[in-house]
């Protein structure tokens, strides 16, 4: 949450302003605040899909589980951040229209957030305990899409950010729908999702490429290529500097709140979280057409000069980058010779808990009070170990109210043709 929501805040601020300075002397656009501060939260957006893929969560748990976590997020802000600033009038600034400005972000952001929620335990109350969700992998698996469909329609339609929306409806599902239904639904339905995400990203980047061939974007800046290339160099330097701006600063100070020295960010692991938030990808161009473009043209040659840009510097991010990325990463993090036998040794890992996980029968206080648990170092241990923290409570208030009301792994209700009925039989 820092580096995604905070750090998006951060560079978009530095990016935001960069261009206010040199944008405007260049004079190649009739743009005004507003569109400054619409770039600013375009090329905030990041893609960190590529170093996700050369990362390991076994090896190095903490820094998979900040890259990972600051994409998602960071893909959510922005998009509100985009959407907050098409709604305003940028043109006269002043404080009231500043305060006005982050209450509508923070009142997107929120609302989007609850109506997910709200979805998602909707979704996971039917398939627990209606009749029709259940006894049939058909149903679940449409009652999941849908509900999740629904989420995004119900944010569009009501004018806040459906991937914020549907992005929080899809932690509340996996969370609690996904342990209600049958196992043949949970199959389905993670090879479904992926499959659909695979083809979505796909798709994009066809889209981007097919684009990039498009001669009438390229027919306005065809008289000055030296504007376009200074465009798409200064757009680069300004990510580069706000990633930078964030990523270490915000390390910094969360070092400085951690006791013990494995749970600190270390520096190269630092410079690989700056790395890997420098891809652009969809959510950049996606802002950038709905910014800059009507129905995919423009007549405008400031306008069209953003848009190949933003192809220019998407295609070089993830070409140059994308290539640089495991080179880099086996420079920094060299691979462990003995990886298996040091994390079996390592006190935080799974193999060297001594102790059961808890479930819902049992007194977690009385429990962990003759154990020294460590604390957590990645999502899977957080996820079956509590310690004394806000995740040991939230884990405390969820198997004592939620769990009860909308199932969830160990709280599904042995019924006739559910799934707990198959697993315990």
Same mark, same amino acid.
């Given at each position: 949450?820092?580096?995604?929501?905070?750090?998006?805040?951060?560079?978009?601020?530095?990016?935001?302003?960069?261009?206010?300075?040199?944008?405007?002397?260049?004079?190649?656009?009739?743009? !005004?605040?507003?569109?400054?501060?619409?770039?600013?939260?375009?090329?905030?957006?990041? *893609?960190?899909?590529?170093?996700?893929?050369?990362?390991?969560?076994?090896?190095?748990?903490?820094?998979?589980?900040?890259?990972?976590?600051?994409?998602?997020?960071?893909?959510?802000? %922005?998009?509100?951040?985009?959407?907050?600033?098409?709604?305003? !009038?940028?043109?006269?600034? !002043?404080?009231?229209?500043?305060?006005?400005?982050?209450?509508?972000?923070?009142?997107?952001?929120?609302?989007?957030?609850?109506?997910?929620?709200?979805?998602?335990?909707? $979704?996971?109350?039917?398939?627990?305990?209606?009749?029709?969700?259940?006894?049939?992998?058909?149903?679940?698996?449409?009652?999941?899409?849908?509900?999740?469909?629904?989420?995004?329609?119900?944010?569009?339609?009501?004018? /806040? +950010?459906?991937?914020?929306?549907?992005?929080? $409806?899809?932690?509340?599902?996996?969370?609690?729908?996904?342990?209600?239904?049958?196992?043949?639904?949970?199959?389905?339905?993670?090879?479904?999702?992926?499959?659909?995400?695979?083809?979505?990203?796909?798709?994009?980047? /066809?889209?981007?490429?097919? *684009?990039?061939?498009?001669?009438?974007?390229? @027919?306005?800046?065809?008289?000055?290529?030296?504007?376009?290339?200074?465009?798409?160099?200064?757009?680069?330097? /300004?990510?580069?500097?706000?990633?930078?701006?964030?990523?270490?600063?915000?390390?910094?100070?969360?070092?400085?709140?951690?006791? %013990?020295? %494995?749970?600190?960010?270390?520096?190269?692991?630092?410079?690989?979280?700056?790395?890997?938030?420098?891809?652009?990808?969809?959510?950049?161009?996606?802002?950038?057409?709905?910014?800059?473009?009507?129905?995919?043209?423009?007549?405008?040659?400031?306008?069209?000069?953003?848009?190949?840009?933003?192809?220019?510097?998407?295609?070089?991010?993830?070409?140059?980058?994308?290539?640089?990325?495991?080179?880099?990463?086996?420079?920094?993090?060299?691979?462990?010779?003995?990886?298996?036998?040091?994390?079996?040794?390592?006190?935080?890992?799974?193999?060297?808990?001594?102790?059961?996980?808890?479930?819902?029968?049992? *007194? +977690?206080?009385?429990?962990?009070?003759?154990? !020294?648990?460590?604390?957590?170092?990645?999502?899977?241990?957080?996820?079956?170990?509590?310690?004394?923290?806000?995740? @040991?409570?939230?884990?405390?208030?969820?198997?004592?109210?939620?769990?009860?009301?909308?199932?969830?792994?160990?709280?599904?209700?042995?019924?006739?043709?559910?799934?707990?009925?198959?697993?315990?039989?």
């Amino acid at each position: 949450m820092l580096f995604g929501a905070v750090g998006t805040l951060v560079s978009w601020a530095i990016i935001s302003l960069g261009a206010i300075q040199i944008f405007s002397r260049m004079d190649f656009g009739d743009f !005004d605040i507003g569109d400054y501060l619409a770039i600013g939260a375009i090329f905030a957006a990041t *893609d960190s899909v590529c170093t996700l893929q050369v990362l390991h969560q076994d090896e190095t748990p903490l820094l998979y589980s900040l890259v990972f976590g600051e994409g998602v997020v960071n893909d959510a802000t %922005s998009v509100v951040l985009f959407n907050a600033i098409q709604s305003f !009038d940028m043109s006269k600034i !002043d404080p009231k229209i500043a305060l006005h400005f982050i209450g509508n972000f923070l009142y997107l952001f929120f609302t989007s957030t609850v109506l997910g929620v709200i979805a998602g335990l909707l $979704c996971a109350y039917i398939i627990k305990k209606l009749y029709f969700g259940r006894h049939s992998t058909d149903r679940e698996v449409a009652l999941m899409m849908l509900m999740a469909y629904l989420s995004y329609m119900l944010a569009e339609l009501l004018d /806040l +950010s459906g991937i914020l929306t549907v992005f929080f $409806c899809g932690i509340v599902m996996s969370h609690y729908t996904w342990h209600n239904v049958t196992e043949s639904s949970r199959i389905t339905t993670k090879h479904t999702f992926a499959t659909l995400s695979f083809v979505a990203e796909t798709f994009i980047f /066809l889209y981007v490429g097919m *684009d990039a061939l498009d001669i009438e974007k390229w @027919r306005f800046i065809s008289d000055s290529p030296g504007t376009s290339v200074a465009v798409s160099s200064i757009l680069l330097s /300004l990510v580069l500097l706000g990633r930078a701006a964030f990523v270490f600063p915000l390390s910094f100070l969360s070092n400085l709140a951690k006791k %013990s020295t %494995s749970e600190k960010i270390s520096f190269k692991q630092q410079v690989i979280i700056w790395w890997a938030g420098l891809i652009r990808g969809a959510v950049s161009m996606a802002l950038a057409y709905n910014k800059f473009t009507s129905l995919g043209h423009t007549n405008l040659r400031g306008n069209a000069i953003m848009i190949t840009s933003t192809i220019t510097l998407v295609l070089f991010s993830t070409v140059v980058f994308g290539l640089l990325t495991k080179p880099l990463i086996r420079l920094l993090l060299p691979p462990l010779k003995h990886a298996t036998s040091a994390a079996s040794s390592d006190p935080n890992s799974p193999n060297s808990l001594g102790v059961p996980l808890i479930s819902h029968s049992q *007194d +977690s206080d009385s429990f962990l009070s003759g154990h !020294d648990i460590p604390r957590p170092s990645s999502i899977r241990m957080l996820l079956t170990t509590p310690t004394y923290t806000v995740h @040991r409570l939230w884990r405390r208030f969820d198997d004592r109210f939620m769990r009860p009301v909308f199932g969830g792994r160990g709280f599904v209700p042995v019924v006739p043709g559910s799934p707990t009925e198959g697993n315990l039989s």
